[in-house]
């Protein structure tokens, strides 16, 4: 999954600020231009996040004494109330002067998620999966930490950051993602003109969307190259399935795209959903062939076919903001609580 291309924002501040965190005692330095959380997360100071892009609002402090710079203005959780309050998004801003913040919480929560580490990617292989569309595989040099379903955050150059979710598992010195190449965005070209044996910095692992234990069904809904976090947990189910404890949790994965040239991976994901013994695989194309056995139109078309019998189960959704919208609104309308449904939506 994929994020649209935030604005490079020039600093000229040349000046490191300092940062107190109220109540805590602590304090840290950020760099001309840097993002507090980043800052933060260097100096081993845990402030609240998830997201790390500005989609949550997870991270959102008080600034109670100095200024900031917003520095991606698109950013959903940005809340024009939020200017009246000072609260700001410390993975979106840097600081124009020396701070006093407060935070929501002050000590570190995340304790089911690995850490967010620094890492220098070099390609190793791009894999094209259909019209604009590939996988990249980067070697970082390290066992990957992270939670299927979760995504990294990439440098590439120019300030041109970008989210995509891995595609693969965790534990070896690789990671992968499925990305779309879009005309005009800065972002989605510089991926895809990577040279093999070229270097990427990237930050991993963000969000909160991986799997919960438990005997719950599991539903999975992937739209576009939402599908790279998808894959990544249905693999992962696939690999539960093998396991002594295992009781045969029920797996239904749907996966929605424009033409069946867009559906990647599609065999990938029917081998993993096969493997599981009570798995089941739907596919919706808006663009469907006279041979296509699955859904004609959005994936919520056919989700919504399936949904009545589903309502205790857990949803994990990834796509593009328009089908996680949608797919959100059908959950909510069909009574689904909000505790059961974990998403990625970057726009």
């Known amino acids: 999954?994929?994020?649209?291309?935030p604005l490079v924002v020039d600093v000229p501040d040349a000046t490191p600020h300092r940062v107190?965190?109220?109540?805590?005692g602590t304090s840290f330095e950020v760099l001309p231009g840097e993002r507090l959380l980043s800052a933060a997360r260097r100096a081993g100071i845990w402030l609240p996040f998830e997201c790390g892009w500005g989609s949550c609002g997870t991270c959102k402090v008080t600034v109670v004494e100095g200024e900031t710079?917003?520095?991606?203005?698109?950013?959903?959780a940005v809340d024009p109330r939020d200017g009246r309050r000072r609260r700001v998004l410390a993975c979106q801003s840097t600081p124009t002067a020396d701070l006093k913040i407060?935070?929501?919480?002050?000590?570190?929560?995340?304790?089911?998620?690995?850490?967010?580490v620094d890492h220098f990617g070099q390609l190793v292989a791009r894999e094209d999966l259909g019209p604009d569309v590939a996988r990249f595989r980067f070697s970082i040099g390290a066992e990957a930490a992270y939670r299927p379903g979760q995504h990294a955050i990439l440098d590439l150059g120019a300030g041109l950051r970008r989210c995509y979710s891995m595609a693969g598992l965790p534990g070896s010195s690789e990671v992968s993602f499925i990305?779309?190449?879009?005309?005009g965005r800065p972002g989605s070209e510089r991926l895809f003109c990577v040279a093999e044996g070229e270097q990427v910095p990237m930050e991993l692992p963000y969000g909160d969307m991986f799997l919960r234990e438990g005997d719950d069904p599991v539903v999975l809904v992937a739209g576009g190259t939402g599908v790279s976090a998808i894959l990544a947990m249905t693999t992962q189910l696939a690999m539960l399935a093998g396991g002594a404890d295992h009781h045969g949790r029920a797996v239904h994965v749907f996966y929605g795209a424009g033409a069946t040239s867009e559906l990647v991976c599609w065999d990938e994901l029917g081998r993993a959903t096969a493997s599981l013994?009570?798995?089941?695989?739907?596919?919706?194309?808006?663009?469907?062939?006279?041979?296509?056995?699955?859904?004609?139109?959005?994936?919520?078309?056919?989700?919504?076919?399936?949904?009545?019998?589903l309502t205790d189960a857990m949803f994990y959704v990834a796509g593009?903001?328009?089908?996680?919208?949608?797919?959100?609104?059908l959950l909510r309308d069909n009574g689904i609580e909000l505790d059961r449904i974990h998403y990625d939506s970057f726009g």
């Open 320 to 329: 593009p903001p328009p089908m996680t919208n949608a797919t959100l609104a």
């Open 277 to 309: 013994r009570n798995g089941h695989l739907h596919g919706a194309l808006l663009d469907a062939p006279g041979d296509w056995h699955g859904t004609t139109g959005f994936v919520t078309t056919a989700l919504a076919e399936h949904l009545p019998g």
């Open 179 to 183: 990305a779309k190449r879009y005309a």
């Open 1 to 5: 999954m994929t994020t649209v291309d």
């Open 69 to 76: 710079k917003l520095l991606y203005a698109a950013a959903s």
């Open 20 to 24: 107190t965190v109220v109540g805590s």
């Open 102 to 116: 407060r935070v929501a919480q002050s000590s570190d929560s995340s304790t089911s998620r690995p850490p967010v």
